[in-house]
């Protein structure tokens, strides 16, 4: 049975994307630093008939990462689809003129070393196997720098240059590296199928090979 770990799974997004993988046939590894959160979400997707685990870990500290998807293959089995979409801080908001060095280092380990780490985890089992997938979830701050938003505007184009380098290097190997920017909150963006269309939209970017980025919506829809 093929398994998605979700880094950063939460009650929104996390939960309609393990739902939509779970009625493919996947087992859901759900990674996030709340462990309480997790058994939560977890007992309410094992009631709806999925293969379901929790995780507990904070991407800002490599071990525990490592660590949470070690015990999730072991349990579920090798993982083939990683999507990485932890929420940044609010304190990653704030504008270029009160970023320090110390915030924007953190900002950095939870964008881009927590992504590294993670695929260095499980790339190995995906290569091997000939077939996976990696997903980022970004803001519009991957693609636009914004004054007002300094920790992601620095983070997220490091975590988009990784992986965009990855699905290069990865090409032809049957491992796709794929990127979704959603330039805005899901609820404020007022799509049509709501959050369970953005989990479909990721569900294609798994199963059909692409560009790098793609768009949720046009850049200058959005608001962040």
């Known amino acids: 049975m093929p398994v998605i770990a979700i880094i950063g799974a939460g009650p929104g997004l996390g939960a309609a994307v393990a739902r939509r993988f ?8 759900l990674i996030s630093r709340n462990q309480s959160k997790l058994d939560s979400m977890a007992a309410e997707l094992t009631a709806a008939g999925f293969t379901v685990g929790g995780y507990a870990a904070d991407v800002r500290v490599p071990a525990t990462l490592e660590d949470a998807l070690a015990r999730a293959a072991a349990e579920l089995g090798p993982i083939s689809t990683l999507q990485y979409s932890p929420l940044p801080s609010r304190d990653y908001l704030k504008p270029v003129l009160e970023m320090t060095p110390e915030l924007a280092l953190e900002a ?3 964008s881009a ?4 780490h993670a695929v260095r985890t499980v790339l ?8 996976g997938s990696i997903i980022l979830i970004n ?5 636009k720098a914004r ?3 300094a920790g992601t505007s620095v983070a997220f184009p490091a975590e988009s240059a990784y992986g965009e380098m990855l699905h290069d290097a990865l090409e032809g190997e049957g491992v796709r590296v794929s990127q979704l920017v959603i330039p805005g909150g899901i609820p404020r963006l007022q799509l049509v199928n709501g959050i369970d269309g953005v989990a479909d939209r990721i569900w294609d970017l798994h199963a ?10 046009p850049l200058e829809d959005g608001r962040e």
């Open 22 to 29: 779970g009625r493919e046939g996947f087992s859901i590894a």
């Open 108 to 110: 950095l380990q939870f």
């Open 113 to 116: 070393l927590g992504l590294i």
């Open 124 to 131: 190995p089992a995906m290569r091997q196997a000939g077939s």
């Open 139 to 143: 803001g519009g701050t991957s693609v």
């Open 147 to 149: 004054a007002d938003f």
């Open 208 to 217: 059909v090979a692409g560009p790098f980025r793609t768009m949720l919506i």
